[in-house]
């Protein structure tokens, strides 16, 4: 599945506050402030503003139940400068990967740590820690823009005691947590199950800040001359050995800031998702079908490789689909009138309702799956996941391979792949499909793709620099 670039914390973030912004916020009650906050965009330059945003978001996804996503999507445009956006995603990411670690100091140093009811200031403390480890900000002012933002969270009478806490955090370093703490015991106990000697390393690379990978787009320029230009920039690259055209970055960056981003010659995409297109590999002309394509990292891919496809891309979401469409034409400007390219929405297991009866000769099911391999690009996937959601994505997926299949032509392949690092949506999903399906058969895939697992490979986050991904290669009998 893919990572979906947006939300990428960028590095480095600064700590800033401005006089104004202090000033109109004192003299109103907490509530006008919550609301002037989310309804007008912040001034630039400030170091109060992003920090109280990021509580808030943390709040809703820690407390409430709600998407990272879906907040950040509420909440960033509300910021005019985008060092404050860039600030805001920073905290949140950091303090998700491990809110555990961060909980951990409340209850070691205070002796009413602040519940669900006091969630902003929790938050507040929390993204505080975190902006001292990892991300190392600058501590005194990342300190005195925390202890700003307890007062614009109207917690002026708290702000001392804010600062109490960060400036020991400051002298005496967080209290060591294992780096399994986060995660829900029914998960933990299954990527155990699974996994018993690799679940450590799992744990450990979840908690990671996820490198940067970029697709060249081979169409535009050679990776070779992609690390140059990047270069001229002050951007060191690296070649991976195995996926053509990925290039790992040393240190991550804001997307928009990347040369050759707007015009299509780099895509963002972390090197597991790379690796479909080369699993796939559909010849040139071949009529392709991705059934699952949004937001459309893979299937730009596949035209880039090969821009000779015809190409469905399929989704069963309307509003994600119009995604790929934005992803291809940033590529193709010529979307419209060059690559042979349809754009469906419809549910992929009602084969009757959208497809024409003519076979593909490769079918690409990326499959909506629980999403444990990406836990360090969606920390809070561990939050709202439940053991039930994982017994429902394993039966769609199985109904999506059952359906597909009939839409393949003999000699035709179909590659699964999931960013799940669960056995049941993957080996065993895949064992059992071939057990039903006589005319399938499992193809061998290269070692440098992961873990042989059942009739599949798994790599496991961070393997390589990669996220957890799966994939299986499999050709419809004459
Ligand atoms: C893992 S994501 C696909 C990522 C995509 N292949 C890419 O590279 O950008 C899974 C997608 O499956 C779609 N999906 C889920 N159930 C589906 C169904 N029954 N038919 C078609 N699409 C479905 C979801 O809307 C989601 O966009």
């Known amino acids: ?109 205070m002796p009413k740590p602040p519940g669900r009811r006091d969630g902003e200031l929790r938050t507040l403390l929390y993204l505080g820690f975190a902006q001292l480890d990892p991300l190392r900000l600058p501590a005194h002012a990342a300190v005195a823009a925390t202890v700003e933002a307890a007062r614009m969270l109207g917690r002026r009478h708290q702000a001392g005691m804010v600062n109490a806490l960060l400036r020991r955090a400051q002298r005496e370093g967080l209290p060591a947590v294992d780096p399994d703490a986060d995660w829900p015991d029914w998960l933990r106990a299954r990527i155990r199950d699974d996994w018993p000697e690799q679940a450590d390393a799992v744990f450990a690379a979840s908690v990671a800040e996820p490198p940067m990978w970029l697709r060249v787009n081979c169409r ?161 996937v561990r939050l709202h996941r439940r053991a039930a959601d994982v017994d429902a994505l394993v039966a769609v997926q199985a109904q999506l391979l059952d359906a597909l299949w009939t839409t393949l032509r003999p000699g035709g392949v179909l590659v699964y792949a999931t960013c799940s690092i669960l056995k049941a949506e993957n080996a065993s999903q895949v064992e059992a499909f071939l057990a039903r399906t006589p005319d399938a058969r499992a193809e061998p895939l290269p070692a440098h793709l992961g873990h042989a697992s059942g009739p599949g490979r798994q790599r496991l986050p961070g393997e ?15």
């Open 220 to 380: 535009r320029l050679t990776r070779e001359a992609c690390i140059g230009r990047l270069h001229e920039a002050g951007i060191a690259a690296v070649a991976d050995p195995h996926a053509a055209d990925a290039l790992h970055l040393e240190t991550s960056m804001p997307v928009a800031a990347l040369p050759g981003f707007a015009d299509g010659a780099v895509s963002v995409q972390d090197l597991s998702a790379q690796c479909v297109a080369d699993v796939l590999a559909p010849a040139a002309g071949a009529r392709v079908l991705d059934a699952c394509a949004a937001p459309g990292g893979k299937a730009a891919h596949l035209l880039e490789r090969e821009p000779s496809l015809r190409l469905t891309a399929l989704d069963v979401d309307a509003r994600r689909l119009e995604r790929v469409r934005e992803t291809l034409r940033r590529l193709h400007p010529d979307l419209e009138t060059g690559p042979d390219v349809r754009l469906l929405a419809a549910d992929a297991t009602a084969v009757a309702d959208w497809w024409d009866g003519v076979p593909f000769d490769a079918v690409l099911l990326d499959a909506p799956c629980s999403a444990t391999g990406i836990v360090r690009r969606q920390p809070d």
């Open 1 to 109: 599945m893919t990572k979906t670039p947006p939300h990428k914390p960028p590095s480095a973030p600064d700590a800033r506050g401005t006089a104004a912004e202090r000033r109109r916020s004192a003299g109103r009650s907490p509530e006008r402030r919550r609301q002037s906050a989310s309804s007008t965009p912040a001034p630039a330059a400030s170091g109060a503003a992003p920090r109280a945003c990021a509580a808030r978001v943390l709040d809703a996804v820690l407390h409430r139940g709600r998407s990272l996503r879906a907040e950040l999507v509420e909440a960033l445009p509300m910021l005019a400068d985008p060092r404050d956006r860039a600030l805001v995603e920073a905290l949140c990411f950091a303090v998700l990967r491990q809110p555990g670690r961060y909980a951990a100091a409340l209850t070691a140093w």
């Open 464 to 478: 390589d620099g990669g996220d957890g991904f799966f994939y299986a290669r499999l050709r419809k009998t004459g």
